[in-house]
C-alpha cells in the first residue's frame, strides 16, 4: 500500500508561484510507477495536470505548459510541482497521484487558490 503525503499550496495572487511536494512511502514497488499531479476545480472533473516516469518522461496538460514543471527525485520517491504563473483558472484542489502495479494512489489533496 502507497501513502502520498502533500505540502504546499494556498493562496497566492495572480501571476505568483507555488510549489507543490508529495512524498511517496509504503511499498517497494512504488519507484517503478508513474507520478505525477492531479487537480479539480468546483463543478469539474478531476484532471491530469503533469506526470513524471521513472525514466524522466514527462508529461502536461495544454493548459499549464510552459508554466508547470515536474520534478521527480526516484531515490527520495518524491515528486514536486513548480507553477509560476498562476492564474484564476488554476484555482483547484490539486491531489499528488502515483499510478503502478494496475492501482492508482492518490493523496489528501491541498489546495491552490490564485485571486485576481
Known amino acids: 500500500q502507497v501513502q502520498l503525503v502533500e505540502s504546499g499550496g494556498g493562496l497566492v495572487q495572480a501571476g505568483g508561484s507555488l510549489r507543490l511536494s508529495c512524498a511517496a512511502s509504503g511499498s517497494i514497488f512504488m519507484s517503478m510507477g508513474v507520478m505525477g499531479w492531479y487537480r479539480q476545480a468546483p463543478g469539474k472533473q478531476r484532471e491530469l495536470v503533469a506526470s513524471?516516469?521513472?525514466?524522466?518522461?514527462?508529461n502536461y496538460a495544454d493548459s499549464v505548459k510552459g508554466r508547470f514543471t515536474i520534478s521527480r527525485d526516484n531515490a527520495k520517491n518524491t515528486v514536486d510541482l513548480q507553477m509560476i504563473s498562476l492564474t484564476p483558472e488554476d484555482t483547484a484542489v490539486y491531489y499528488c497521484?502515483?499510478?503502478?502495479?494496475?492501482?492508482?494512489?492518490w493523496g489528501q489533496g491541498t489546495q491552490v487558490t490564485v485571486s485576481s
Open positions: 497521484w502515483m499510478g503502478v502495479m494496475r492501482n492508482d494512489y
Open positions: 513524471a516516469t521513472r525514466g524522466g518522461s514527462t
